[in-house]
């Protein structure tokens, strides 16, 4: 298995682990990583899952050896593949963290892109630089770049094909936080675990409700938001949440139902 997967409580780690290849996306890592997001969206002791690379690179991209022969029908079914697995992470019912370690370039920044949340650290580097090898990128950058950064910040980094740093990155708004490498893990986990202890129904409606939003009009959005408020109505955290702040009292833990 080029990705593994291991249980840290209520957190799942996923790492992408073929390092003597800087962790390339071929055929098979694709597979494994789709049979691992299923793993994790079928294990109810999993909240929260963390993606990120093993050694010194998160994801340096497709593997090019494998996608220098393809034929245009070949690439086509790739690019549609790596987008349906990569699909498959962004609608996880679950919260994804990505703590992304080194280079996150090509289809090594789609995965990334692909996370509810990003993190780096102080070594990381990210880009598009397909248009350098002739190519598009193909496993969803033209279309989460532009949403996560903006139009001109996105059209400059796929249209330069150039890397940035993770200072770059996150001025931008590409990753939320920069970290010391040494650092990274911790804080990944100690922000998963945040999101872990809190009602994971709301959690999970709220992750939702963004992303519907982020595809449709806002009349469309607040109406699957207003669904949303209402669904945790209907919840025994809700009700015990609530009682316990107008009781002025602590709340000892959530029930996630």
């Not at 990003?118 to 350098?132: C, N, T």
């Not at 993770?166 to 939320?176: F, P, Q, T, Y």
Request: aromatic letters at 6%.
């Amino acid at each position: 298995m080029f990705v593994t997967l291991e249980k840290k409580g209520a957190v799942g780690v996923i790492t992408m682990n073929r390092p003597e290849a800087l962790n390339a996306l071929n055929d098979q890592v694709l597979r494994d990583l789709e049979a691992v997001l299923d793993q994790v969206e079928n294990d109810p002791e999993l909240l929260v899952a963390i993606v990120t690379g093993a050694g010194r690179s998160f994801v340096a991209g497709a593997d090019i050896g494998q996608m220098s022969g393809l034929t245009a029908v070949e690439a086509k079914a790739f690019g549609a593949y790596g987008n349906r697995v990569f699909l498959k992470l962004e609608n996880l019912t679950k919260p994804t963290i990505a703590a992304v370690n080194g280079f996150a370039l090509g289809g090594g920044c789609e995965l990334s892109m692909a996370c509810d949340i990003r993190l780096a650290s102080d070594k990381a580097k990210f880009g598009q630089p397909e248009v350098g090898l002739g190519i598009t990128p193909g496993f969803g950058g033209t279309q989460r770049l532009a949403r996560i950064v903006g139009v001109s910040s996105a059209m400059e980094l796929i249209l330069t094909a150039k890397t940035i740093k993770a200072e770059e990155a996150e001025r931008i708004g590409l990753v939320s936080h920069v970290w010391p490498a040494e650092e990274l893990m911790d804080r990944a986990l100690e922000l998963a675990n945040a999101i872990a202890a809190n009602a994971q129904v709301a959690v999970r409606q709220s992750k939702a409700a963004i992303r519907r939003g982020l595809q449709t009009d806002m009349a469309t959005g607040t109406a699957f938001e207003a669904e949303a408020f209402g669904l945790c109505f209907a919840t025994e955290d809700q009700k015990d949440a609530m009682k316990a702040f107008v009781n002025k009292e602590k709340l000892a833990g959530f029930k996630n139902r």
